[in-house]
């Protein structure tokens, strides 16, 4: 069975076994300035300034996968707690809940080709795709044609969904494009030792 091609960022699946549990959410904040939106998924990255913002793909550490956020709305007049962050009408800063614990595994689509058995223990890349504004998803992808074991790479591939998830579920098929695979932190900021300034 072909697997579907619905990328939905980063979703959380667990944590690697031996580590205790640290599954709470991390707070940080995005200004209200920031007009990038951030879906459900999006991997961010830390700023000079103390703020996170929605990662772009490349070299460049990240700080944790957006799991929603709450803020005083200029249209409403009331705080709203959403998935979503639309990129404006915040009166103020937006604080943003993040999963930074580096022993999170998430499970997320390949780009286009499969990613195969052989892939796991290798790094990886991401493509940010575009969030779904209704559902407040992220669109984010691992990029298969980036799979090294390049250091600087922010995801390391430790599974296949397949391993996990019921037999043809969409994302096992292994042998076509778009299939699930799961990933931990690489170049992470709380796996990193250099500071950001």
């Known amino acids: 069975m072909a697997n579907t091609n ?56 990240i700080d944790a996968i957006f799991n929603g956020c709450e803020y005083l709305s200029t ?20 604080k943003v809940y993040v999963y930074s614990d580096p022993q999170s595994v998430f ?5 286009n080709t499969a990613i195969g058995f052989s892939d796991i223990g290798a790094n990886i890349n991401f493509t940010i795709g575009t969030s779904n504004s209704t559902t407040g998803f992220s669109g984010a992808s691992l990029d298969q044609a980036s799979i090294a074991t390049t250091s600087t790479l922010p995801f390391r591939i430790v599974g296949l ?8 579920a969409s994302g096992t098929d292994n042998t ?18 250099t500071g950001i300034v």
């Open 6 to 61: 619905a990328p939905n960022g980063f979703t959380y699946f667990g944590r690697l076994e031996g580590g205790s549990p640290t599954e709470g959410l991390t707070t940080r904040l995005v200004a209200s300035t920031d007009t990038a939106a951030i879906g459900q998924g999006d991997p961010v990255t830390s700023l000079g300034t103390g703020y996170v913002t929605r990662s772009t793909a490349g070299a460049t550490q």
């Open 75 to 94: 249209a409403l007049g009331r705080v709203v707690q959403t998935n979503y962050w639309p990129g404006s009408g915040a009166a103020g800063d937006v």
């Open 107 to 111: 499970a997320a689509q390949a780009t």
């Open 161 to 168: 969904l397949s391993d996990s998830a019921p037999p043809g």
């Open 176 to 193: 076509s494009a778009y299939n699930r695979v799961l990933v931990t932190a690489n170049n992470w900021d709380r796996k990193s030792l």
